[in-house]
């Protein structure tokens, strides 16, 4: 055991800091010297046209991959220099939403969302129900759903199976990979007001992955938009619809964009 191994996570440093991230795929170049910082208790929207690379920043991110160049810090800590015990610690600090929930199709919600507190904790299996049904009923789930299977659950349900999941050990980071992708506009709308709800409520930091302009209007602090390899911008959509950037201006600037800003603006501001 080394020093390192023992050395803790940096409480007061942003949970995500990447610099200088350089990602490659073959002989393409995805990321090219990109810079991000998340700063905490914030919901980021990472937005980008085809082939950007969110997913592959998503996973390099939470060490599904290794870049090329560059860092990844989470609370302080180079990813790349971890061992174990810190890879332990910081994924007690994390939960993760993929983009088609991930369940565990031959589970039970319960057994699911039990899994991460039955292999990162010495929680005693009566502790763990208990704390799984909590988790559940948080996510917005109805009474008995966590006695389903993934395959008796409509889609909306396996997204917040999903996030009950994710949300299983407490998390002070939550990635989201297009958490309201297949939902209809109703569903989708009230799964953007858990996410928010969530946040203000648990002091979570949100990383989501999305395309969709509603939630980017509706629950998000910053949005970063991925394009020419690297991060061109991060800021509020209010300023983001200023920016002079072509695909900036396109995305929220097109149909889509000015009738997501006119209902925002409808609604009124959070």
Request: aromatic share 6%; hydrophobic share 45%.
């Amino acid at each position: 055991m080394t020093e390192f191994d023992e050395a803790p996570l940096d409480r007061e440093a942003p949970p995500i800091e990447v610099r200088g991230l350089i990602s490659r795929i073959g002989d393409r170049t995805i990321h090219d010297n990109l810079d991000l910082v998340v700063n905490r208790g914030d919901v980021v929207g990472i937005v980008g046209g085809s082939g950007t690379g969110k997913s592959v920043l998503l996973n390099t991110i939470i060490g599904l991959r290794s870049a090329e160049g560059g860092s990844v810090m989470i609370f302080g800590q180079d990813i790349r220099y971890a061992r174990r015990r810190q890879w332990t610690a910081i994924n007690r600090r994390w939960g993760v939403l993929f983009q088609q929930g991930a369940l565990w199709s031959n589970l039970t919600v319960k057994e699911n969302v039990a899994a991460p507190l039955f292999e990162h904790t010495d929680m005693l299996k009566d502790e763990i129900d208990e704390l799984a049904d909590l988790k559940i009923a948080l996510a917005g789930l109805p009474p008995g759903a966590g006695a389903l299977k993934p395959s008796e659950l409509s889609g909306g349900m396996i997204k917040r199976a999903s996030l009950a999941r994710a949300l299983a050990l407490d998390p002070e980071l939550l990635f989201l990979d297009e958490p309201t992708s297949g939902l209809d506009p109703i569903s989708a709308a009230a799964f953007d007001q858990l996410i928010r709800d969530l946040s203000d409520s648990l002091d979570l930091t949100v990383f989501m992955i999305t395309h969709d302009l509603d939630s980017l209007y509706t629950i998000t602090d910053q949005v970063a938009v991925l394009a020419d390899k690297k991060v061109v911008a991060m800021a509020p959509v209010r300023e983001l619809e200023k920016s002079d950037h072509p695909w900036i201006q396109e995305y929220f600037g097109g149909p889509r964009g000015r009738m997501a800003s006119g209902l925002r603006a409808a609604r009124g501001a959070r």
